[in-house]
């Protein structure tokens, strides 16, 4: 059986005429590419010659500190490359999981598509829950340094959606499970739950600071099952915290004309200006969806590459 | 010079301390789960720490081009507490995890028959779930401490090669490295170890399995203190590539056994460039070795692990 090339839980309607790319999936290029895999990492990685069973990449010369030279920690000399989602924004809740799986197993290397046919595979014959921790779940966990953290989202995406996982399914793995795997569910919520029986989850990750859960809450379930007063807020707290509003699922249906979230926005300017900040670029494109005609509230000129303070406190 | 500290206590650290740690050379750390200072008195506030370990944390590191990794257990002090005993039963959920790198802290402090429980049952728990461990060595009556651990050790399931001992000093180094174990040591400001006394023993045995850690906490501790060891280093004569290797290569081997240690960073760029973590370019100076990923042309990047 292959569990996820049916159709899919809950077909997205909204996502039939979507294109599979985001609008910024072209120019996000996937520094991690050269990357070990989490194939390599697994046991038996440590028989490698210098002990590291190390999914990233531990030897980088060239990318480290330059004594000196480092102005704005992380903004260069990082570590390594960054090991950014292979599926950019609302992708992975957009694309239907045979899609994904097609897509996932064609970047996988032969030890890492083997696990997850495996995990796929199992998850499907033994979906709900056994024992303290069930087999499908512990996949969840280790499906990083299985598939390399840049396809963990996926695959995580793939394994619940294998493993039919209902409201208290992803609720459970949400809870239990670390910033990425709670980032996965989020993203899985559109192929899994049909009802707002998942919107505490969603709630929960709009509470955090943590842009990647951030990013990730404001998909396609949120845009259709969050009240508008939580949406707007939602939408703010984006511009608060840098996350780029193209993350925001329906973002141009749910606010036309939504003559609030124009207020909200233009008293957000006003104290952002009051304060001499510039204005996040963001603004003026949600402005411009509550009302195509509106003026922006302040020079585009004074917008500057930063725009917040990447917290909201 | 790019530095990893090995065993440093984020959660009690300031953004300014991981922004002074990126400028010193600092690009990974892992951070044990450890007394708060503040008693415990119930398995649910371990488990927020632990949560907060493998969620925020990471994120406050990633923002400052710092890969985080952690340990997870049971403290040594917190062991003799019933109350918080049963956080032994949670672990193997958390033991899963892909940021954990090893079972730890744990060992003495009081030597107590409840910490010999804790410490053995969690060796275990490091052998059942392939990762090494990390083993505090107490403030107190240190040689015994060692020796005691050193014993629990040869008879757990867990090869000495698979075990950091921490806070060593010159009057146990010796036998903690006969028995095979990875060798630690926490330099501080007036306690444990200093840079010079750690130059002497690096001089004295070697590089070999040796770790140099800040084990900097909610105390009087510095972040820097890898950053001012390598310097010293280098001043006294060792070689840039000595350096590397007790500061960098040693920490990624001893963690790499757990196959879980991966130091590419997700920097959220989103809160200092207005940029997002889901697209853009990288910030690496050398670039993007991988093709960039397109969605619609599978053949267009090679397949990582291929």
């Known amino acids: 059986m292959t569990p996820s090339r049916g159709t899919p839980a809950t077909p997205d309607a909204d996502t039939k005429d979507r294109p599979l790319t985001d609008p910024q999936a072209g ?8 990357s070990p895999s989490g194939a ?9 010659p210098g002990g590291e069973g190390v999914a990233g990449t531990e030897a980088r010369p060239g990318t480290e500190a330059r004594p000196g030279a480092e102005g704005r920690p992380g903004a260069e000399g990082q570590a390594g490359a960054e090991s950014r989602p292979d599926t950019p924004g609302t992708t992975l809740a957009l694309t239907p999981p045979a899609e994904l799986r097609a ?12 696990w997850l046919h495996r995990a796929l595979d199992e998850a499907a014959a033994h979906p709900g829950t056994h024992g303290p921790i069930s087999v499908w779940e512990l996949r969840i966990a280790e499906a990083g340094r299985r598939c390399g953290p840049e396809h963990a989202d996926a695959a995580r995406v793939l394994i619940l959606h294998a493993a039919r996982a209902d409201a208290d399914a992803v609720t459970r793995v949400y809870f239990q499970g670390t910033a990425a795997e709670r980032r996965a569910v989020l993203h899985a919520l559109p192929h899994l739950v049909p009802g707002p029986e998942a919107l505490p989850l969603v709630e929960d990750a709009l509470r955090t600071n943590d842009t990647r859960l951030l990013a990730a809450a404001v998909g396609p379930y949120a845009a259709r099952y969050l009240d508008p007063h939580q949406w707007r807020h939602a939408v703010l707290k984006c511009l608060f915290t840098g996350v780029p509003v193209d993350a925001v699922a329906d973002l141009d249906r749910r606010a036309h004309r939504d003559a609030e979230l124009a207020r909200m926005l233009g008293d957000y300017a006003a104290e952002r200006t009051a304060a001499g900040r510039p204005l996040p670029e963001d603004l003026h494109r949600v402005l411009t969806f509550t009302d195509p005609t509106a003026t922006p509230p302040a020079p585009a000129a004074d917008c500057g590459t930063r725009g917040t303070d990447g917290k909201e406190s | 010079m790019r530095l990893f500290d090995p065993h440093i206590h984020m959660t009690s650290r300031t953004t300014d301390d991981y922004e002074a740690m990126h400028a010193a050379g600092v690009r990974a750390v892992v951070e044990p789960s450890f007394w708060l200072g503040q008693p415990r008195t119930s398995p649910a ?23 985080h990794h952690c340990t997870l257990a049971l403290n040594p002090k917190e062991a003799n507490d019933p109350r918080c005993v049963p956080v032994l039963d949670e672990l ?18 009081s030597m107590t028959p409840a910490e010999d429980t804790a410490l053995a ?15 505090h060595t107490p403030h107190r009556d240190k040689l015994a401490g060692l020796r005691r651990t050193l014993d629990v050790v040869r008879e757990s399931a867990l090869p000495p090669d698979r075990v950091l001992v921490d806070h060593l000093n010159e009057t146990t180094v010796k036998e903690a490295k006969d028995s095979g174990c990875w060798l630690g040591f926490s330099v501080y400001p007036d306690t444990k170890m200093d840079e010079e006394r750690m130059v002497e023993i690096l001089r004295a045995y070697g590089t070999e399995q040796v770790l140099v850690n800040s084990a900097a906490d909610w105390g009087r501790s510095d972040p820097l203190k890898t950053r001012k060891v390598a310097d010293l280093m280098l001043a006294e004569g060792f070689a840039e590539d000595d350096v590397d290797r007790v500061l960098w290569r040693n920490p990624v081997a001893f963690y790499g056994l757990s196959g879980r240690l991966t130091l590419d960073i997700a920097t959220p760029e989103s809160t200092h460039e207005g940029n997002s973590i889901l697209r853009g370019a990288p910030k690496d100076p050398e670039g993007p070795v991988g093709a960039p990923s397109e969605w619609d042309d599978p053949t267009g990047a090679p397949a990582p692990g291929a």
């Open chain 1, 27 to 34: 120019t996000a290029s996937r520094p991690g590419a050269d």
């Open chain 1, 40 to 48: 390599e990492s697994g046991p038996g990685a440590e028989a490698r």
């Open chain 1, 103 to 114: 897509h996932l197993t064609a970047r996988l290397g032969t030890a890492a598509r083997a």
């Open chain 2, 45 to 67: 506030s371990f488990l927020d720490y632990f949560d907060s370990l493998l969620g925020w944390e990471p994120f406050r590191a990633a923002q400052y081009g710092i890969a």
């Open chain 2, 92 to 109: 193997p959920r958390y033991l899963v995890k892909d940021q954990v790198v090893a079972v730890g802290e744990i060992g003495y402090d």
């Open chain 2, 121 to 135: 049952a969690q060796l275990q728990l490091a052998a059942d779930h392939e990762l090494p461990a990390l083993v």
